[in-house]
């Protein structure tokens, strides 16, 4: 049923593989990042009507948004958290499938990361150790780099991207490293972050389509 009330956006993703970027599933709850600059509420009910600059299709979705609309820094590139329900999160679990390429019916059995190489930097309670940045989505990183070997499971770190993100002056990611390991040929750390998820979320965002527009 389409609620009346909700706020009206038109939500365009550069591609279906940005969206899975901009999604994550976890202990039940389906999130995703809406990018916007127009001002939504905390608590809002929301009306995405979804598209996608490498595909025709559209999806509409209504959903509640968990964070006010988040600026993104001086380009305007911002945001906002929203979650879905019922008949809502099966929708917009669909929608993620599509964007896998995968049948409707698997959802967000899959969350895709986004393969990149970026210098990075790792801070930790007493130091700060170069790295690089191997893989990013909404949720995680792998970082390798020489200096990593110390590090251990558990323990809290920072991340931020060399350069800044794409000119945005530099955000600390606040993370926990999960594992410590092999991820195909190389060595390094597995990231989970866990800090104020909507400043976050626009953070990663922002060096998601950087990667995604090369």
Known sequence: MTDASATSLEVRYASRRA????????????????????????????????TFGDSDERFEIQGVALTWTQAGGRDGAGGFLASFQGDDKRRAAEMIAFCAQRPLS?????????????????????????GELRDLSQTGAFVVGRQLG????????????????????????????????????????????????????????????????R
């Open 150 to 213: 110390k590090i251990q499971a558990g323990e809290p770190v920072w991340l931020k991207v060399d350069g800044g993100l794409f000119g945005m002056g530099g955000t600390w990611l606040e993370a926990r490293v999960v594992w410590q390991g092999r991820k195909g040929e190389e060595l390094g750390l597995g990231l989970r972050f866990t800090g104020n998820e909507a400043r976050q979320a626009s953070a990663i965002q922002r060096l998601l389509e950087g990667a995604t527009e």
């Open 106 to 130: 698997m959802g967000t059995a899959s969350r895709e990361r986004l393969t990149l190489r970026k210098s990075c930097q790792l801070k930790l309670a007493k130091q700060q150790v170069p």
């Open 19 to 50: 969206l899975l970027s901009s999604s994550k599933t976890e202990r039940g709850t389906l999130t995703l990042f809406v990018p916007t600059m127009q001002r939504v509420a905390q608590d809002a009910r929301v009306r995405l009507m979804v």
